[in-house]
């Protein structure tokens, strides 16, 4: 069975502060990762999505990476700024696991002035 | 385009009553899935439709949740009786089901207070 885990569990960092959440799970065939952001009481914003092929992504000042052969991910934010705080959540898409996403329990990033 | 739209937004009932959520995913989007994500976790599925077919309800409570898909669109998700434990954000889904490569698009969800 799939098991996606997060570290840290929760992360406080000051502004302008470059950060990096990990994402480790124990299966290495997926289809694909993705990262979600979700505010306090919101649904999940994708963030960006890593197909098993590709070994990164990027999209402004976030770059995600994967090494599928070790089970790991990481979001890395460059700059990091008030508005970045949220619960980030990364999720794998297992391969046989019926197109739906195994989720790990998030990292709660706060950023501060 | 809207994206994945869920109502109500919000609902406190009391324990043992019916409740009923809505999802109306993005428009083209063949394959719809329910998610439940308990305080502090992440989500879990609850329920996959492939157009208007369930075709992973494994997690699903069947003995007090249900769902529909009527047409391949909507999807209807009731819980009867609620109960306490049944407290959590209730997250619809979507994705186009063109292969499994796709991003899937979340709706805001619906915070559900069993009291």
């Known amino acids: 069975k799939q098991e996606v885990t997060q570290i840290p569990a929760a992360l406080s960092v000051p502004e302008g502060e470059n950060l990096v959440l990990n994402c480790s799970f124990t299966?290495?065939?997926?289809?694909?990762l993705q990262w979600f952001r979700q505010d306090p009481g919101k649904g999940l914003t994708s963030l960006l999505l890593i197909q098993s092929s590709q070994r990164e992504q990027t999209s402004g000042r976030l770059n995600a990476s994967l090494d599928k052969s070790s089970g790991r991910s990481t979001l890395y934010i460059a700059a990091s700024q008030p508005g970045d705080s949220a619960t980030y959540l990364c999720a794998v898409r297992p391969v046989g696991g019926g197109n739906k996403l195994t989720f790990g329990t998030g990292t709660q990033l706060k950023v501060e002035l | 385009e809207a994206g994945v739209v869920q109502s109500p937004r919000y609902k406190i009932i009391e324990k043992k009553q019916p409740v009923a959520f809505w999802c109306n995913p993005i428009?083209?989007?063949?394959?719809l899935y329910w998610y439940r994500q308990n305080l502090g976790q992440g989500p879990e599925l609850l329920i996959r439709?492939?157009?208007?077919?369930?075709?992973?309800d494994s997690q699903l409570p069947k003995d007090r949740f249900s769902a529909e898909r009527l047409k391949g669109v909507d999807s209807t998700l009731k819980i009867q009786p609620a109960e306490l434990g049944d407290s959590a954000v209730y997250l619809c889904a979507s994705n186009s089901g063109l292969g499994m490569n796709t991003e899937a698009f979340f709706g805001q969800g619906t915070r559900l207070t069993v009291v």
């Open positions: 299966d290495s065939a997926i289809y694909n």
């Open positions: 428009s083209g989007h063949n394959t």
């Open positions: 439709y492939e157009n208007e077919e369930a075709v992973d």
